[in-house]
């Protein structure tokens, strides 16, 4: 059964920083492309950024270039999102996803504010 579970999420101030954790099990990780995608309240679910089975890192939203790293430890089956300079439109709830079959976690809240 694969299962996807997010941590590391919070309230944070703005220029802050914040590294997300997202660990998989059920499936053969490092086999799998995954995703961080984000939904902001009243806002449709966006592709944050997005990491090949071998590292290859790809797909980040324009919103976040330049402010966001995405990685993995296949050792680990974790994928991470780590996002800088932090600011309020990216409080959301960002969701690993791994990408062949479309299985998601549940979410984890990140809250910027001060």
């Known amino acids: 059964q694969v299962q996807l579970v997010e941590s590391g999420g919070g309230l944070v101030q703005p220029g802050g920083s914040l590294r997300l954790s997202c660990a998989a099990s059920?499936?053969?990780?490092?086999?799998?492309?995954m995703s961080w995608d984000r939904q902001a309240p009243g806002k449709e679910r966006e592709l944050v950024a997005r990491i090949g089975a071998a590292g290859t890192v790809g797909n980040y939203a324009d919103s976040v270039k330049g402010r966001l790293t995405i990685s993995r430890d296949n050792a680990k089956n974790t994928v991470y999102r780590q996002l800088n300079s932090l600011k309020p439109e990216d409080t959301a709830e960002y969701y690993c996803n791994r990408v062949d079959g479309n299985y998601w976690g549940h979410g984890t809240q990140l809250t910027v504010s001060s």
């Open positions: 059920g499936f053969t990780f490092r086999y799998y492309t």
